[in-house]
């Protein structure tokens, strides 16, 4: 998505009642926060990985060299802060959003357990990628196996 709705004004931009208002929100306030940090592409690309390469996922086996990998992450990210002259705080003010980011994942997993609910045979036959990454938090079970 875009920055430009972002850089001057506060207004955002209009979304039709999804009974999601508290998550679209939500992702809407990450969206404008990290514009404002403009990061450069190399910047939203590590940080991205720092924050994909969580080592406090319950089901991960492996978590030590998970948090190895993204120690490593985040010192190339600083890295490359420094090289391109940014402010000292970026790397602090791009982590600061770790737990809006957090509250999001929460949000969205809440509404895709409501809506699994709701309706279990759509559910069912959500995408093959969308269910395996949501598969840990989510199942998807056959309502008429109960």
């Not at 009974?19 to 992702?27: E, H, N, R, S, W």
């Not at 404008?32 to 450069?40: D, M, N, V």
Request: some cysteine.
């Amino acid at each position: 998505w875009g920055c430009h709705w972002a850089a001057g004004s506060r207004d955002v931009p209009p979304v039709p009642p999804s009974g999601c208002d508290d998550l679209i929100g939500a992702v809407f306030e990450l969206g404008r926060t990290l514009c404002r940090l403009q990061l450069s592409d190399e910047e939203l690309a590590l940080f991205t990985a720092a924050v994909l390469l969580s080592p406090d996922r319950p089901w991960l086996t492996e978590s030590k060299k998970v948090q190895k990998l993204q120690d490593k992450i985040y010192v190339a990210l600083q890295h490359e802060i420094q090289k391109k002259h940014s402010a000292e705080d970026k790397l602090s003010k791009m982590v600061s959003k770790l737990p809006l980011m957090k509250t999001i994942c929460n949000l969205h997993l809440d509404k895709l357990e409501f809506f699994r609910l709701l309706h279990p045979e759509t559910a069912m036959n959500f995408p093959p990628l969308y269910k395996e990454v949501f598969n840990s938090e989510l199942q998807y079970s056959d309502p008429r196996e109960s």
